[in-house]
C-alpha cells in the first residue's frame, strides 16, 4: 500500500505564495518522477510541474518564473512553492508520484487526493 498525503492548500490573495507539500508513504523501493497536476471546474486535469529523482524539472508554460517543484529523496517529499499567483491558478492541486515497490517490478503511478488552492483577485 502507498499513500500520498497533500498539505498547504488554501486561500490566497492574488500576488501572494502558497507551499505544496505531498508526503509518500507505503511500501516503497524506490520513486522516480513526482509532480503536481492541477483541476479547476469544467476542465481536465492538467501538467503543472514534474521532477525526475535526479532533479530534473519540467513546468507547464504558464507557471514557468513563478513556481517552484523540488523533493526531499530522503524523506519521499515533493514540495510546489508557488508565488505570483493569480486567480487562474485556482484548482484542485493533485500529488503524483511513480513509484516501485518491489525491485525488478515495474512502476505504479499513485495519486494523492488533492488539495484545493483559492486566489482572489
Known amino acids: 500500500q502507498v499513500q500520498l498525503v497533500e498539505s498547504g492548500g488554501g486561500l490566497v490573495q492574488a500576488g501572494g505564495s502558497l507551499r505544496l507539500s505531498c508526503a509518500v508513504s507505503?511500501?516503497?523501493?524506490?520513486?522516480?518522477?513526482m509532480g503536481w497536476y492541477r483541476q479547476a471546474p469544467g476542465k481536465q486535469r492538467g501538467l503543472v510541474a514534474t521532477i525526475t529523482s535526479g532533479g530534473v524539472t519540467n513546468y507547464e508554460d504558464s507557471v514557468k518564473g513563478r513556481f517552484t517543484i523540488s523533493r526531499d529523496n530522503a524523506e519521499n517529499t515533493v514540495f510546489l512553492q508557488m508565488n505570483s499567483l493569480k486567480p487562474e491558478d485556482t484548482a484542485v492541486y493533485y500529488c503524483?508520484?511513480?513509484?516501485?515497490?518491489?525491485?525488478?517490478?515495474?512502476?505504479?503511478?499513485?495519486w494523492g487526493q488533492g488539495t484545493q488552492v483559492t486566489v482572489s483577485s
Open positions: 507505503g511500501s516503497i523501493f524506490s520513486i522516480n518522477a
Open positions: 503524483y508520484a511513480a513509484v516501485q515497490r518491489v525491485r525488478w517490478y515495474p512502476q505504479q503511478d499513485y
